[in-house]
């Protein structure tokens, strides 16, 4: 069976329902025919033009992202701006866009819980106030420092960036992926020894410390980079079990905008 975009919302509602989402955010449909039959997705962490392009290159009806592509209103929509370019760009292609965004991080099974299971960190709860992270704990305490290298070794990445002393022990570990620092006094509610997350902010630093809670910022793309596979996971796995014929395809153009420079002085 084919389904529609229809059917593929209600399919995606049921595994990180939409209603979970922060008021602010906008996931969901973003440009598309919902009686439209789609038989191939491409899956991107951005709602790019690389990836619409990709997509279209793909034969691919549908392009599945977990940043949404239109997250407050527009007035106009012009080519020669970047959003408006993706726009057109996906109409005159055919490429359908559907986001997944704070839902995937809030729901069971989703980014954070992932996370939470990669780290290898235990007894995971939602916090008061924050649907969007995830207070658990390291099964024995650990230093800044250790806490940090198991990270990058955990995630792929080169570095990280800290928050109080490297030597300070940690036990219990408020994670949210993409951009967490909002959550700051939920995690000090929480009792909370460090926040992991990314973006972020000088102040947000600064605040932290005067709070007395540590920090560890992973990159909000270091975070979320596994939302691709993430969503292509399930998505197959309740292809197989509906007998849906669609093809997945994730796309693989995607990298950390930033670069590590180690400077010499």
């Known amino acids: 069976m084919t389904p529609t975009l229809s059917q593929l919302l209600k399919l995606a509602d049921s595994m990180f329902p939409f209603s979970y989402s922060e008021p602010w955010d906008n996931s969901g449909v973003q440009i598309g025919d919902l009686s439209r039959p789609i038989t191939s997705i491409v899956l991107s962490l951005n ?35 970047i959003q408006g370019n993706i726009i057109l760009s996906a109409a005159r292609l055919g490429v359908d866009i559907l986001s997944m965004h704070t839902n995937l991080d809030a729901a069971e099974g989703g980014l954070n819980d992932f996370l939470v299971e990669l780290l290898g960190l235990c007894e995971a709860e939602i916090p008061e106030k924050a649907p969007c992270a995830r207070l658990a704990r390291l099964r024995e305490g650990e230093t800044i420092s250790i806490f940090s290298q198991r990270i990058c070794q ?86 197989l079990k509906l007998e849906w014929k669609v093809r997945l395809t994730p796309f693989k153009g995607e990298k950390d905008p930033f670069n590590d420079i180690h400077c010499e002085i």
């Open 154 to 239: 955990k995630l792929g990445l080169n570095s990280v960036r800290s928050v109080g002393p490297p030597d300070r022990i940690v036990n219990s570990v408020f994670l949210v992926s993409g951009s967490g620092m909002g959550y700051l006094q939920q995690a000090i509610a929480s009792k909370a020894d460090v926040i992991v997350t990314g973006d972020v902010r000088y102040h947000g630093a600064l605040d932290s410390e005067e709070y007395g809670i540590a920090v560890i910022d992973a990159g909000h793309f270091g975070l979320e980079k596994f939302a691709v596979d993430l969503i292509s996971d399930k998505f197959e796995e309740e292809f």
């Open 47 to 81: 709602a790019s033009i690389q990836a619409v392009r990709f997509a279209a290159e793909n034969k691919s009806e549908l392009l599945i992202s977990h940043h949404p592509l239109l997250m407050k209103p527009i007035n106009k929509i012009l080519l020669s701006d």
